[in-house]
């Protein structure tokens, strides 16, 4: 079983910057490709981020393009996404996902509870 645990949002100015963190337990980390996600109020969950298991390959949705990176650390079991340049479109409900099994978008068997985001304009 993995356990994940999101942290680092807060409320923010637009145009500012905060850094999430996932941190996972389990001895299988470095495997598997992890994700972040995110759900506006009152909206649906909506792809952010997604980075390999290696560290490798990233990819954004076209709206954070640009402004949010995406990392990992597989000594310490922990993700993160950067978010620079932050908009009030970005205030969501930011959730990491991990051990992508397809084939939809969202089809990861581990996801961590979430952590506000709140951008002010």
């Known amino acids: 079983q993995v356990q994940l645990v999101e942290s680092g949002g807060g409320l923010v100015q637009a145009g500012g910057s905060l850094r999430l963190s996932c941190a996972a337990s389990g001895r299988t980390f470095s495997r598997y490709t992890m994700a972040w996600f995110r759900r506006p109020l009152g909206k649906e969950r909506e792809f952010v981020a997604r980075?390999?298991?290696?560290?490798?390959?990233?990819y954004y949705a076209d709206s954070v393009k640009d402004r949010f990176t995406i990392s990992r650390d597989n000594a310490k079991n922990t993700m993160y996404l950067q978010m620079n340049s932050l908009k009030p479109e970005d205030t969501a409900v930011y959730s990491c996902a991990f051990k992508y099994r397809g084939p939809g978008i969202t089809d990861y068997d581990y996801w961590g509870q979430g952590t506000q985001v709140t951008v002010s304009s």
């Open positions: 980075i390999s298991g290696s560290g490798g390959p990233t």
